[in-house]
Structure formats: structure tokens, C-alpha cells
């Protein structure tokens, strides 16, 4: 079954950095790129970037560079982002999803469960 | 950056109503829209990709037209499972951006 299984809740306070997990199974790990989005309470999806799984190569949103880093562990077949400087309006569930293509069109296939950040002091 | 304008932000049904949701983009997409659906703690769930191809394992009563700027998700008899938000999402151009959702409730 082609899943993607992320990390628990986590609550840090402003500053501090966190690093959500992101473990896949039932596909061919370094085949895909890796997408990151999060939602805010209340607030619309926001995209993070990607990590090519296959090569590292990452692509991060403007807005979040010099705070976000995606790696992959091809080993264990998961990707990893980490949040660094914390603030509180970084409280967001994150989200990973597969990105799928083909000549129809491009598409998210399948996402994480999400995991909830709250950065409270 | 595209913006996707969704609506209605929320509706109530019943079973076996057809529903339709709509979603308007900032300027065209082609056919680059997808349609997910969200239950409460639960992953999205991709239900429709390049505007009208449904994703396999998902029941035919979901469907999806439109190209350019103007597009529909149709659920053609409400079922209770079919309690959820419901997405779109533009990937014609970077960054991909979503419309801000609808709530579907069963009445």
C-alpha cells in the first residue's frame, strides 16, 4: 500500500527549531519528488518546496529560505523537514505529499497525515 | 502566483443530492486543476487530477470539468461518507496554489 506515515505533535517554543519526519512505503523511494505544504488555523494551504528524492536537490519557497531545510534518508526511504527560528505564527499542521506526473497533468499522490507544530512560550 | 477562488466556502445537503463546487482561477491553468478531499485528522486524498480524469478507487459519482480558468467538482448522489472539505489545486504554474476549501455537510 503506497503511504506516507509522518511524525506525532510537537510543541517548541519561539526560536527553537523542529524537524517532521516523513516515512514512505509501497513505492520506489528515489523515484519521486517530495512535496512540503502546511495550514496555518484558519488559513489557506501554503507550499514549502520540494527535495528530489533521488538526487537531494531541493527547491524551497522564497519566504522560508534560511530557515527550512529538506533532506531525504533514502536509506530508510524518509524525508525530513526542518523549521528553524520558530515563531508563533510557524503553528501550522505540514503536510508531505508525492508529487505524481505524467502527460495528463500533475498531481499529489498520496499525502501525510500531517503533523501538527505549535510554538507556544 | 495564481490565485484559486473556491466556492461555496461551505454547503449542507442531503443524501443522494447532487452537489457541485466550483473553483476560479486567477488566470488559466490549462486543465492543471486537481480535486482532493479531507476528512478531520486524515491525509488528503486526491480525488480528480488534470481537471476530469478520476484517480482510480474512487467512486463514479465524483467528476470534474472545466479548463482555462473555470472548473467543477460534481458529486452526483451525496453520501454520508462524502462528509468532508473538499480542495482544488492548481499546478499549471509555480508556486502551486489551493483554493481555500468547502465543508460539505450532510444534513
Known amino acids: 500500500q503506497v503511504q506516507l506515515e509522518q511524525s506525532g505533535a510537537e510543541v517548541k517554543k519561539p526560536g527553537a527549531s523542529v524537524k517532521v519526519s516523513c516515512k514512505a512505503s509501497?513505492?520506489?523511494?528515489?523515484?519521486?519528488?517530495m512535496h512540503w505544504v502546511r495550514q496555518a488555523p484558519g488559513q489557506g494551504r501554503e507550499w514549502m518546496g520540494w527535495?528530489?528524492?533521488?538526487?537531494?536537490?531541493?527547491f524551497i519557497v522564497q519566504s522560508f529560505q534560511g530557515r527550512v531545510t529538506m533532506t531525504r534518508d533514502t536509506s530508510i526511504s524518509t524525508a525530513y523537514l526542518e523549521l528553524r527560528s520558530l515563531r508563533s505564527d510557524d503553528t501550522a499542521f505540514y503536510y508531505c505529499a508525492r508529487d505524481q506526473t505524467n502527460i495528463r497533468g500533475n498531481w499529489w499522490d498520496p499525502w501525510g497525515q500531517g503533523t501538527l507544530v505549535t510554538v507556544s512560550s | 502566483d495564481i490565485q484559486m477562488t473556491q466556492s461555496p466556502s461551505s454547503l449542507s445537503a442531503s443524501v443522494g443530492d447532487r452537489v457541485t463546487i466550483t473553483c476560479r482561477a486567477s488566470r488559466t491553468t490549462g486543465t492543471y486543476l486537481n480535486w482532493y478531499q479531507q476528512k478531520p485528522g486524515k491525509a488528503p486524498k486526491v480525488l480528480i487530477f488534470a481537471a476530469s480524469s478520476l484517480q482510480s478507487g474512487v467512486p463514479s459519482r465524483f467528476s470534474g470539468s472545466g479548463s482555462g480558468t473555470d472548473f467543477t467538482l460534481t458529486i452526483s448522489s451525496l453520501q454520508p461518507e462524502d462528509s468532508a472539505t473538499y480542495f482544488c489545486q492548481q499546478t499549471s504554474s509555480s508556486p502551486p496554489t489551493f483554493g481555500q476549501g468547502t465543508k460539505v455537510v450532510i444534513k
Open positions: 527535495i528530489n528524492l533521488h538526487s537531494g536537490d531541493t
Open positions: 509501497g513505492f520506489t523511494f528515489t523515484d519521486y519528488y
